[in-house]
């Protein structure tokens, strides 16, 4: 996706990004080597099972990540300016006004002694400069744009007094409120009700069009990936294994992980008599990583190359894989049909 | 048809709130409020519905780890209410639970091992020294290497802790086991694999299980009869299929309209509810859905509608609304 001609329509590119946490003497290596852009306007989702690397990644964009944790290396283009060259100051600007972020539990992320407008305004008075009674004003007009019924009410409510769903919007008018180019969602409606769940990202998308935002989403839920993306990556143990708009992720995947993904999941809309089709095993500890391909041990295609780190390629559609089989060197066979393998045993 | 195993009539959880002067009980929270449904052997039975619907505490009210308010309960033909406390917990051995975090519901002092054989020691299942033998066979039995028998519960990942969750529960052979959203804190990889492993044991042990669930999904594939909650109160009932292909609440049609589908082509024609779940301390009078629903008429207001099977519907389909025949028919429209 980063050709020259195309870069200026991305807002944000990432290259080449490691993040690693040290703990006793030890290297974690959470996020390695993760590159992908977010094209100007668009949704790009990235997903991934716990562990996997995908929470790190939006936190190392927001330069959020803490001892002992640490970004190590790459590039963080935002803008066509490098996040990672900024000090603390420019980034406390960044933050809030050109990069803003929703989290999964806003009851933890809400500060519960502080009124809701209190802490809208806050952005308010940081980023532009707005006096009180001004802040206030553009406050309730927040809360409106998010479908708050009685904004002029609710703005002087605590946190504990709203439910799940209303926190959640409140958090989305914070994140919202200095109308960011760019929205990290990380898991936003993991703890949500399904109706409420439909609600809010409904919301999303419509503000996303009102104010011309992008957003980067990261979410565990495949379902949700496919009603709300545009691009989708795919997170295995700290690296993208694939990466292609949605329609192909879903239709036509390539990967074998992202196969085995999709189908174990458990369909809503039709019945399936035979037992599930299932990944066998467990995601590695990231202290004890396979030094070949990360998921070759779970793999029901994996040879002998795959014991060497496939990179990550870029096809003629501009969608990107990092698996042996799409190579010239793949030493299996031949006809592998990453679609056709089902495995069903339970252990 | 197999034998009734598990019989709810009318079944009613209301916790106090106290407060105000000298903390009396000011009011109640009608979590669960009247409830009824039969299970049979060997069958599974789902409960789904949004937090705070009750589903939960009727899973819990059932084994009486919460005690219930009023109502019945009656397990293979024995009331479970009339039991004292100690024959209640001789009569746990035939049904148990699976919690949705099983580091929550493990002991972390204990090994695997230890585990599994207070379970027996305090039902006597099995006499002691056959014990050993009978824990290596449940390892086996939930997929579980024999290598990790005196394992902690922290040196397991999510899905093999789940997994001794598992085999706690079959080392009393229980009839019954409830689970309650057993897979839903497990990635989908997993969640494949132990959900599988419920259908498995459920054909080799002719296991009966109530499945507390909020992922649809996942309800589809594992049960024969779905319970649809809303506020305390079942507003459908009706075999998967019929279900899931048929909905006539409109609940439940919002609710599963609400599902994210993961094919991108797909066409979706989703229902948005309005607003959130009422507080259950003071539910809306007649029917509880009326504050959301988009069908909502005066009657709905003050008449609390009857769980009711009409000529259309399949055996056994069972909704609680007033409307079913003029929405289905479409003589009714959404006016919201």
């Not at chain 1, 990644?57 to 002992?68: A, E, G, V």
């Not at chain 1, 933050?95 to 992320?109: A, C, L, N």
């Not at chain 1, 391909?293 to 390629?313: Q, V, W, Y």
């Amino acid at each position: 996706m980063a050709t020259e001609s195309t870069a200026n329509d991305n807002i944000l590119e990432v290259k080449d990004l490691r993040t690693s946490f040290f703990t006793n003497e030890q290297e974690v290596k959470a996020v390695d080597g993760v590159t992908f852009s977010l094209p100007r306007g668009k949704t790009v989702g990235i997903v991934g099972e716990s562990g996997s690397g995908k929470s790190i990644t939006s936190l190392s964009i927001m330069r959020l990540i803490d001892q002992p944790g640490e970004i190590i290396g790459g590039d963080i283009l935002f803008n066509n300016e490098n996040l990672l060259e900024k000090n603390n100051n420019q980034m406390r600007d960044i933050r809030g006004k050109d990069i803003s972020m929703i989290f999964q539990e806003p009851m933890t992320s809400l500060n519960p002694t502080y009124t809701v407008g209190q802490q809208i305004s806050e952005a308010y008075k940081i980023h532009e400069g707005l006096r009180k009674k001004e802040a206030r004003h553009r406050s309730i007009e927040m809360l409106k744009l998010v479908g708050i019924p009685s904004p002029e009410k609710r703005i002087d409510q605590y946190p504990h007094e709203l439910s799940g769903g209303m926190r959640q919007r409140v958090m989305i008018a914070i994140a919202l409120a200095c109308s960011p180019d760019l929205l990290i969602a990380d898991e936003p409606t993991t703890a949500l009700d399904v109706t409420i769940q439909a609600q809010i990202l409904e919301l999303i998308k419509e503000l996303q069009e009102k104010l011309n935002m992008s957003v980067l989403l990261i979410t565990h839920d495949l379902g949700v990936v496919a009603e709300t993306c545009d691009y989708v990556a795919v997170m295995y143990c700290g690296k993208i294994v694939e990466y292609a708009d949605v329609r192909t992720i879903f239709k036509d995947p390539k990967h074998p992980y992202t196969v085995g993904l999709l189908n174990s999941l458990p369909p809503h809309d039709r019945d399936i008599e035979e037992d599930l089709p299932v990944i066998k095993g467990n995601v590695p500890s990231p202290a004890e990583l396979p030094k070949g391909c990360r998921f070759a041990p779970r793999c029901p295609f994996a040879s002998e190359i795959c014991n060497t780190l496939p990179d990550l390629k870029t096809d003629e559609n501009e969608n990107q894989i990092r698996c042996w089989i799409y190579s010239d060197e793949w030493d299996g066979d031949p006809e592998v049909n990453v679609h056709a393998e089902r495995t069903t045993q339970s252990n | 048809m197999p034998k009734e195993l598990l019989k709810v009539t009318n079944l009613k959880q209301h916790f106090p709130i106290k407060g105000g002067f000298l903390g009396r009980t000011i009011n109640h929270v009608k979590a669960v409020d009247g409830v009824s449904f039969t299970i049979h052997e060997g069958e599974t039975v789902s409960i789904v519905g949004e937090s705070g619907c009750g589903k939960s505490t009727t899973g819990r009210a059932i084994l009486r780890l919460d005690e219930p308010t009023g109502g019945e309960v009656k397990f293979d033909g024995k009331n479970l209410l009339s039991f004292s406390k100690r024959e209640m917990r001789q009569n746990r051995k035939d049904m148990q639970v699976i919690f949705q975090d099983p580091y929550a519901s493990l002991n972390p002092r204990q090994t695997v091992r230890q585990i599994l054989n207070e379970a027996m020691e305090i039902q006597k299942v099995v006499p002691k020294k056959d014990r050993n033998d009978r824990i290596l066979e449940l390892m086996e039995t939930v997929g579980l290497g024999a290598h990790q028998i005196d394992r902690f519960p922290h040196e397991f990942s999510g899905g093999q802790r789940q997994r001794v969750g598992i085999a706690r529960a079959l080392s009393v052979n229980p009839q019954l086991i409830i689970c309650d959203e057993a897979v839903s804190a497990l990635d989908v990889s997993i969640q494949a694999q132990v959900i599988n492993l419920l259908k498995k044991l459920q054909r080799e042990l002719n296991l009966t299980y109530l499945f507390i669930s909020h992922d649809l999904g996942v309800v589809r594939h594992i049960s024969d009869r779905v319970i649809v909650m809303y506020l305390g109160k079942i507003v459908e009932i009706a075999d998967k299929k019929s279900l899931f292909t048929n909905p006539q609440h409109p609940y439940t049609k919002s609710l599963l309209s609400a599902i994210p589908n993961t094919d991108p082509d797909a066409k979706r024609e989703r229902i948005i509810l309005s607003g959130d779940v009422p507080s259950p301390i003071d539910p809306p009078t007649g029917c509880r859905f009326h504050t959301r629903c988009p069908f909502a008429t005066e009657k709905c207001v003050t008449d609390v509608p009857e769980l009711r099977n009409e000529d259309y519907m399949k055996e056994g389909h069972q909704t609680a609304c007033h409307y079913i025949e003029e929405i289905e028919s479409g003589l009714m429209q959404p006016t919201r």
